[in-house]
């Protein structure tokens, strides 16, 4: 589980975050929403401690994170799988190298129990005959997928994904939201996805966060968020043709039923 | 100034909790093969032509009949030993191999591998920029020597091709008087400058922040920077060691 508390963060005199709180259960999808540039990949880069908020604190499983001593939060990072939005591999190893760094350099693994995880991780993410290629032969999804499979290889404890689906086909990204709900369950993980796609949100979304300019404006579970009373929330998710389709649907029936109702009254 | 104390701290961070000696040694065999095979070439090209340069130019000046040919072979070692090979050499590879660190490591710093490497508990310094130095200290010496060599033959080659002085007295010439502690002298600088440039240009390049133009400039400064500082440690060198 993850605390965070009040955290704020300035660029120059840009305030991104102003105070975020916010309790991230393990073995649940927490979803983090928002519109670009609403600070969601500085808020998980605060909780890696890759940023350094201004102020708040964060905790991991208790421990406090923010300020501590670094061989602890070394300690700590050492539990922490995280895909980057850009995924970030490491442009001088091949795929295979690449997923299999995190198991050379954090865990006592031998070669070829390494070797079986590298296998086994591609293959979660359907790149088993990509191995041998460098990132800069791979499309953009398919870094998106090393990535994961990096970040994923040393069984972590906690796991942050910014954008794990964004740039992915329709299928695909089912297939990464399964595996990324998968091994939050299966190993009772603490994972953080940030994401825009409220497919995902919708289908998976156990605790979502809605971030607006800095502010958290909504929290809830999924199946309440089409509920919400909140104007920026709603905006965002009826800028999604899909949804206001499905919401034009919705107000058509609703219509048509009360059309009826109001025949029916008058019969 | 502020700059010259967070060098400082930055060079500090690199030993404190580095990584096993075990990666840190794989590593640094990997920087040495790539700084070194990749800089040969390069290196051989510039001190051959160096040394036959300041060949032809010395006996271009030596006019006076009562100065013997040899003085030639003489000067050219003197020349090449202490000064030519290890700063002309240093300075090429401040250009070759100082923007290659500062570009490589500014690009990752951009594209976010520095920060991967940091969420996974390691510290990125430590692991991506000691290397770096370790092997530059260890693989110039060697550049310098080769150098060395290479310029004393491309000095025998320019005189004797051009008719100045015959290959016999070029090698009396670089026989007198040969004092050994020039060698150690030039193989200490060289270790100097190896150390400057890797560490100026690691600290360039790992500080770089926004994009691919802001690489750019770093691998600029890189090289300026280090090429000044390679020419203040000569002279520090000549006035301290001689
Ligand atoms: N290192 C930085 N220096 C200055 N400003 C920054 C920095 N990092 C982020 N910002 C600013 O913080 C704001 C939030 O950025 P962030 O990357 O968190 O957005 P985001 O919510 O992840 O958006 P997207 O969905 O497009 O990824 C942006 O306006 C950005 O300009
Ligand atoms: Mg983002």
Redesign the interface.
Known sequence: MIEIHNIHKTFGDKKVLDGIDGVFESGKMNMLLGASGTGKSVLL?CI???VKPDLGSITYDGRIFTNNK??IR?????K?G?L?Q?S????SMNVNENVEF?LT??TDMNRTERKKRVEFCLQRVGLENAGNLMPSELSGGMKKRVGIARAIAPHCTYLFCDEPNSGLDPLTAITIDELIKEITEEYDITTIVVTHDMNSVLEYGDNVMFLYKGKKLWEGHSSGIMDTRVKELNDFIFSNRLMRDAKKIEQIEENEQRDEDIRNGEV | MKNLGSYLLFLFSLVKRSESPGILFKRTIDEAVLIGIDSVFIVGVVSTFIGAVTCVQISYNLTNAFIPNSTIGFMVREMTILELAPTITSIVLAGKVGSNIAGGLGTMRITEQVDALEVMGINSASYLVLPKILASVFVFPMLVVIAMFLSILGGYLAGTLSGALSGQEYITGLRSEFIPYNITFALIKSVVFAFLISTISSYKGFFTTGGALEVGESSTKAVTNSVIAVLIADYVCAQVLL
């Not at chain 1, 970030?88 to 442009?91: G, Q």
Request: charged residues 25%.
């Open positions: 880069k890696v401690g890759l670094l061989d070394q300690e700590i990072r050492r922490i995280m980057f850009g970030a591999l490491f442009d995190p350099m954090l």
